[in-house]
């Protein structure tokens, strides 16, 4: 499989040629109107951001759409948003009522993203999309340049970079307080839904939910059977379809460093640990490493991610004895100082904590904000600037993406960030684009 041809560079040659969509700016809405929203996406995640973008009371909900719509799966969003047109394919949708819609969110598996953004933002509409924000490094890039071209607000769904851990690190970095990191430690140590799995085979024989439009649910990835491995939710262990840990995690616990000490994209990425490997699925452990050059007055950065139950790091020696590591989060060490950090929006510690009080008076104060939802939606009236736009979380993403070919492959992985290529490891470097979508969906793949 791995050495399988992949000519999805192809597609994106085209990006600066042609649009198989008419070019509309981003939808202008008047302060004293509500926002048309779609909810793409009706179940789990999808349905919480339904009811997260609702809670803002700025918007008006004008549709439903899910591939499992009337299934149980999406039962909760439709007792809560009734008499509404409901759809399984977002296609359909845009197509009959794309006039009618400002906004969406894109609550779906990682493949998915993709196609379902694209779609959107060339309608004008903005989006707020989960994270990670793609499934491929290629595919981000796309999404960058759309909403580059479309002026639409965009937003990934990574909540905590609105929370109190977004406005301290910044007031502190600005401060001087965060400053001259060279090394970081960020761990995801929960149990993952594929650890129990004894299998590496795609999972066959089973009954699909009546109703399931599994065509659209597979979009631009490559076809597989319906499984209940596959669906609700288990889709992030596969390659295929998810992009594991690093695209459910890493978001919520490396995103204010990446972004405040303007990381970028590493230049080599190394398998330092890999445990429990296989084929298709994510391996049930790996340490990887990514180097970051010098950049903008920092200096060169090394970040390990550690992820798998048996996998924790190493904790540092200003943690007082006694203390643990909590599953998840990241320790920070910068010139003078040495930062603990959770996940999400929760805020930094100064390490150990006698240092953090001895230090108290003279850390700058830092507010708050609108939440991520709020942030959204003020950023499609034009209100806000949001604070997770695809040019700052689709770099992150792409991290993230670089992270899962090296899980996959193993070995020491060369970056190119010129030409953004990986450059001493060929079946490495066609992964950046992933597999050629399949047929009927090479249209996303234009700008």
């Not at 899980?407 to 066609?430: C, M, P, S, Y």
Request: glycine share 10%.
């Amino acid at each position: 499989m791995m050495t399988k041809n992949i000519t999805r560079r192809k597609f994106t040659k085209a990006a600066a040629a042609s649009s198989v969509f008419s070019l509309i700016p981003g939808k202008v809405i008047g302060a004293n109107e509500k926002v048309n929203v779609a909810f793409i996406g009706c179940g789990a995640q999808g349905a919480g951001d339904a009811h997260n973008v609702n809670a803002t009371k700025l918007v008006n909900p004008v549709a439903l759409c899910d591939v499992a719509m009337g299934t149980r799966h999406t039962a909760g969003t439709e007792n809560k948003f009734k008499g509404i047109p409901k759809f399984k394919d977002f296609r359909k949708m845009f197509d009959k009522m794309s006039n009618e819609i400002d906004a969406v969110t894109i609550g779906v598996p990682d493949h998915a993203h993709f196609p379902i953004s694209m779609r959107a933002m060339a309608e004008g509409i903005h989006c707020y999309v989960e994270k990670p924000l793609a499934h491929t490094f290629q595919e981000i890039e796309l999404m960058i340049a759309a909403e580059k071209k479309y002026k639409v607000s965009c937003q990934m769904g990574n909540q905590g970079h609105s929370g109190a851990n977004y406005h301290q690190f910044k007031a502190w970095k600005e401060a001087g307080i965060i400053k001259d990191v060279k090394k970081i430690t960020s761990y995801m140590n929960s149990g993952r839904r594929w650890h129990p799995w004894k299998f590496d085979d795609w999972q066959t024989g089973e009954k699909m939910p009546e109703g399931m439009d599994w065509d659209t649910w597979l979009a631009t990835a490559p076809e597989h059977p319906f499984s209940k491995y596959l669906h609700p939710g288990n889709w992030r262990s596969w390659y295929d379809y998810g992009n594991g840990a690093f695209g459910d995690w890493g978001p919520h616990i490396l995103d204010t460093a990446h972004r405040f000490l303007k990381l970028g994209l590493p230049e080599k990425i190394t398998a330092v640990h890999r445990e429990g490997v296989r084929d298709l699925i994510f391996p049930m452990g790996s340490t990887v490493q990514f180097d970051f050059p010098a950049r903008e007055g920092e200096p060169p950065c090394e970040v390990r991610w550690y992820d798998g139950t048996k996998n924790k790091p190493k904790a540092p020696e200003e943690l007082e004895e006694g203390r643990r590591l909590e599953n998840n989060g990241k320790i920070i060490y910068g010139k003078d100082l040495t930062f603990k950090g959770t996940s999400h929006g929760s805020p930094l510690r100064i390490i150990p904590e006698s240092k953090m009080k001895d230090l108290a008076s003279s850390l700058p104060k830092f507010g708050g904000g609108s939440n991520h939802f709020m942030n959204f939606v003020l950023g499609a009236k034009g209100e806000e600037k949001t604070r997770s736009p695809f040019h700052i979380s689709g770099v992150l993403s792409q991290v993230f993406c670089l992270g899962v070919i090296v899980q996959r492959l193993g070995g020491e992985l060369k970056f190119d960030l010129k030409t953004k290529r990986i450059t001493n490891n060929k079946i490495a470097n066609a992964l950046i684009e992933g597999p050629p979508p399949r047929k009927g969906w090479e249209e996303y793949y234009k700008v």
